[in-house]
């Protein structure tokens, strides 16, 4: 059975690790590498990195933990984006294990 993925986009690295501990708590999921953006307006936003976590689970499982993590996110700098895809090609699922945090 393939494995459903919450994406969840949010301001810092700080706010993403938070984020990904609220969701990992809330349900049983695992998480796929942490990757980064530095947008062009980069100065203009609450704090100049975007994350991804990506959540893998249950579709339940990604649900829950998307919520969590994003409640944890609002809290803190907030979420740019979200989305929860039930059932990824696989390469999409090769895709999620891309990251930018090894490049400068």
Known sequence: MEE??????????????LAAD????????RLET??????????????????????????????AAMEAG????????GVVQRHIIARPTPDTVKMLKLNAFDRN
Request: with cysteine; charged share 20%; proline share 5%.
């Open 4 to 17: 459903a993925v919450g994406i969840l986009e949010v301001y810092g690295l700080v706010c993403a690790f």
């Open 22 to 29: 609220a969701g990992c708590k809330a349900a049983d999921v």
């Open 34 to 63: 942490f990757d980064k953006n530095k947008p062009a307006n980069a100065d203009a936003l609450p704090v100049p990195l975007l994350v991804t976590v990506k959540f893998r689970g249950s579709v339940a499982a990604v649900e």
């Open 70 to 77: 994003e409640a944890a996110a609002r809290s803190l700098t």
